[in-house]
């Protein structure tokens, strides 16, 4: 089975700050990779698609990228909206998620 | 407006059984795969269960496996997860969520959960 593993677990950050990300296979997935954003008591929201593909309503300083087994998720400048949790996901896998914390 | 509402959650006991239910509206519901994901308390995501758009194909995590059984009825608009030997690492809140149009495994809409307590 595939394993995803984030790094970091946890980010402090501030606002207007560059984040970045990163989420690892344990075997190479080509670009089916995608991204959520979760916020506290709430579901998750798809940012992101195939990698690189932002999905229909999500601001564009969120932007993903890698194929094969390295991937990262970038937003270029953080908001006070986007404290949150983000995972990633191939198929039936997610990563550990990524708390992007102030 | 997708809209997805979960029902059915509620406490059982270890070993028992639950029929979670989820209304579909909004979007043509069989024209997409389903799934069921869910949250045990301060955890991450675990993708549970998939049906395709016609309920031919159904796909289960380990975890779950032989246990749960995933169904749909395209007339009501409609998700269901029959869960049975429950267990106490089965508690969570459980999400139904639409399969985009992309890609099957890309989960374009959630609904907001239905929460399930396995307790004796």
């Known amino acids: 089975d595939i394993q995803l593993t984030q790094s970091p677990s946890f980010l402090s950050a501030s606002v207007g700050d560059r984040v970045t990300i990163t989420c690892r296979a344990s075997?190479?997935?080509?670009?089916?990779l995608a991204w959520y954003q979760q916020k506290p008591g709430k579901a998750p929201n798809l940012l992101i698609y195939?990698?690189?593909t932002l999905q229909s309503g999500v601001p564009s300083r969120f932007s993903g990228s890698g194929s094969g087994t390295e991937f990262t998720l970038t937003i270029s400048s953080l908001q006070p909206e986007d404290f949150a949790t983000y995972y990633c996901?191939?198929?039936?896998?997610f990563g550990q998620g990524t708390k992007v914390e102030i | 407006e997708v809209q997805l509402v979960e029902f059915g959650g509620v406490v059982v006991q270890p070993g028992g059984s639950l029929r979670l239910s989820c209304a579909a509206s909004g979007f043509t519901f069989d024209d997409h795969a389903m799934h069921w994901v869910r949250q045990a308390p301060g955890r991450g995501l675990e993708w549970v269960a998939l049906i395709n758009w016609n309920g031919v194909t159904t796909d289960y995590a380990d975890s779950v496996k032989g246990r749960f059984t995933i169904s749909r009825d395209n007339s009501k608009n409609s998700l269901y997860l029959q869960m049975t030997s429950l267990r106490t690492e089965d508690t969570a809140l459980y999400y139904c969520?639409?399969?985009?149009?992309?890609?099957?495994?890309?989960?374009?809409?959630w609904g907001p959960g239905t929460l399930v307590t396995v307790s004796s």
């Open positions: 195939a990698a690189s």
């Open positions: 969520a639409k399969g985009s149009s992309v890609g099957i495994y890309y989960f374009d809409y």
């Open positions: 996901q191939q198929r039936g896998t």
């Open positions: 075997q190479a997935i080509s670009s089916y």
